[in-house]
């Protein structure tokens, strides 16, 4: 299972060799403009439409007026009475300048009406991703590459952009302007000018999508290298530590060449295929215009036409032709835009693992009693983590669970925090099945202090009060003091404004563990998980923060994974894991007592401790000495 939706994860990441419902996405998009509700945002869409029509109407009249005044100048058509012997075409140079103003303020004007239409589609896509991508399980969080993800959702993002921009103000009125200059021809100079332009307009089409599909190859190849470089850069930097501590800047350097390389190498391609298109297109174009111009001339060698008529033969075939040069870009950008969306409407659409059931209701803690009542669970199908689990924790009691690697010990506090569904069994607290309760609800009665704590870049404050958006100053500083991090605060020159860097990589790690304990304190939760929460912490701080986190527990249900077994011996249950299997359960004397797992591996914690006081003292001999010998 789990390999399946790596591999549907890669899919959304990185390119696709099919351009997906092209019909479907456009769909999509369309539900976004055209908003149920907002007919504030419907009305600006059909007065939009309605410049983007009258730009076009008047664009194609404009030609007509520089006809007529060409005419007049070439004395083809006798000036209008009243006028002087030069006859000067006032009234249709001011005329055909007016128009051209008008047209490109249509324009204005509907670009003007619309943009508030688009920024809202975008702003709400954009929205609704980031909130789906918060409702999707920790499996696809863990599995999918956070620069890929980004770089999707900012390739969809300017797609869209791009797509109202030149899709309904580009492609569409050029659709309009064809139609409406093939018309013309047909009626004012007959069929055949009409048939060799639409010849022409049909060839130039056919040959632009036909090379453009062709190169879409090596743009999809770009984006794949796009997207394979970022994600590497950017797993490299969050791992700027890692890369460190094993010399390997050398190495991922290499792997970021190589995306880039490859990169480089479709792009050349790209851009030589682009110069047979432009070239390709600029041949069909000459050939159209000059047999379209020839005849034209005919016509006015043989008198049908005036000169007039000749120059407004140029004038519409230019107008037509201006913006068809850019439909090779253009389509291919749509294309790639269609393609950029489907991935993110795709990202939206995937639905989440976990999800509340129809009928959840909002978890009601009363006592805190835990139940797993024979729990199985496995990542993948052929590799159990659990196996038949049953376990009660009462409420305000601590229950530690204990075991060696592998065990299952962090399986089961994800499992509590509902990341997962198990495959069997069930999980309730106060005797309601946590599948039937919001996940919101849930989560919200249950702290977790973690073994890797992970801030965000910004200030201390801000994540300590990330246990409670709402709490004052003081209670922040109360909870950073029960944590035993407010004076170390107060000594930095920003206090609680410190700002703690990318992941918190500017504390330590057992300051970063104080501010999740901070953090947790001040959620004020019924239920704590405390995953190695004194992992990071050296023995002085550690025997402090035990007593704090021994203080918070009161009158709290605690489960304690725990790797030191010094710090859960005041616990009222020790479950003893091993190979997804409680195979010892006890307070901690009583478990010494039976000389088993647990005992085993707390005569080896003994002994590893001896040898590390013994190592600090001769650090201390060392110290001793070397002042005396001073």
């Known amino acids: 299972m789990a390999s399946d939706d790596t591999a549907e994860n890669k899919d959304l990441l990185e390119s696709s060799e099919s351009a997906g419902n092209h019909i479907a996405t456009v769909r999509e998009l369309w539900r976004y403009l055209w908003v149920d509700g907002r007919h504030d945002l419907k009305v600006r869409v059909i007065f939009a439409m309605f410049f983007l029509v009258m730009a076009k109407v008047l664009g194609v009249y404009v030609p007509f007026l520089f006809k007529d005044a060409v005419n007049i100048l070439s004395g083809d058509t006798k000036p209008t009475v009243g006028m002087v012997a030069a006859a000067v075409p006032l009234g249709l140079i001011i005329g055909y300048g007016t128009a051209r103003v008008l047209t ?7 670009d003007a009406i619309f943009v508030k239409v688009g920024q809202n589609a975008l702003r709400n896509i954009a929205l609704n991703t980031f909130r789906h991508l918060h409702l999707l399980s920790l499996r696809f969080h863990l599995e999918r590459r956070t620069g890929g993800l980004s770089r999707v959702i ?11 921009r030149f ?9 309009i302007e064809i139609g409406m200059i093939s018309g013309i021809f047909w009626i004012k100079f007959g069929y055949l000018y009409a048939l060799i332009t639409f010849i022409c307009l049909s060839s130039y089409i056919y040959f632009t999508v036909a090379v453009t599909e062709w190169r879409l190859k090596y743009r999809r190849e770009m984006n794949k290298q796009d997207t394979r470089a970022n994600g590497r850069a950017i797993d490299s930097l969050i791992n700027f530590e890692t890369v460190k501590y094993f010399t390997s800047e050398e190495h991922e350097a290499e792997r970021y060449d190589r995306s880039l390389r490859q990169y480089a190498e479709a792009a050349i391609r790209s ?33 049908r036409f005036t000169i007039g008529d000749f120059v407004l033969i140029n004038a519409l075939l230019i107008q037509i032709y201006i913006p068809l040069n850019f439909l090779g870009f253009v389509y291919r950008e749509i294309k790639q835009a269609l393609v950029d969306m489907e991935k993110m409407f795709l990202l939206i659409a995937k639905n989440p693992e976990i999800k509340d059931s129809d009928n959840a209701t909002p978890l009601q803690v009363t006592r805190g009693d835990i139940e797993f009542e024979n729990v199985c669970f496995q990542y993948n199908e052929d590799r159990p983590i659990l196996k038949d689990i049953s376990l009660t924790v009462k409420g305000g009691t601590t229950t530690a669970i204990v ?10 506090s994800r499992i509590l925090f509902r990341f997962y569904d198990i495959s ?3 999980v309730k607290i106060d005797g309601q099945d946590i599948r039937n309760v919001t996940q919101y609800s849930l989560r919200r009665e249950i702290g977790v202090v973690p073994q890797d704590t992970v801030l965000f870049n910004d200030s201390i404050k801000y994540n300590i009060a990330y246990g409670n958006h709402e709490a004052s100053d003081e209670e922040i500083f109360n909870a950073a003091k029960l944590a035993r991090i407010h004076d170390f605060i107060m000594k930095l020159p920003d206090g609680y404004e410190t700002e703690v860097g990318e992941r918190g990589l500017k504390l330590s790690g057992g300051e970063k563990q104080r501010v999740a304990i901070a953090r947790t304190i001040l959620k004020n939760p019924s239920i704590l998980l405390l995953d190695e929460a004194t992992s990071a912490l050296d023995s002085h701080t550690e025997r402090d923060i035990q007593k704090s986190l021994e203080q918070i527990s009161e009158q709290r ?74």
């Open 403 to 412: 075991g060696s690697s592998g065990a299952g010990k962090s399986t089961i």
């Open 167 to 175: 899709m309904l103000f580009n492609i569409i009125p050029t659709i």
């Open 154 to 164: 900012e390739r969809a993002t300017r797609g869209i952009d791009f797509l109202l």
């Open 557 to 630: 249900t605690a489960i304690v994974i725990a790797h030191r077994l010094s710090t859960i011996i005041n616990a009222n249950e020790i479950l003893v894991l091993d190979d997804g299997e409680i195979v010892e359960r006890g307070d901690h004397n009583t478990l010494l007592e039976k000389e088993g797992v647990y005992y085993q591996m707390w005569q080896k914690q003994q002994q590893l401790d001896e040898v590390q006081q013994k190592l600090i003292e001769l650090e201390k001999d060392d110290e001793n000495a070397c002042i005396t010998d001073g």
């Open 271 to 303: 851009q030589l295929s682009l110069t047979l298109l432009n070239i390709g297109q600029g041949v069909i174009i000459s050939g159209g215009l000059i047999a379209v111009l020839l005849m034209g001339a005919q016509g006015v060698a043989d008198g």
């Open 424 to 426: 069997s069994g069930s």
């Open 104 to 110: 490109q303020a249509f324009g204005e004007i509907r």
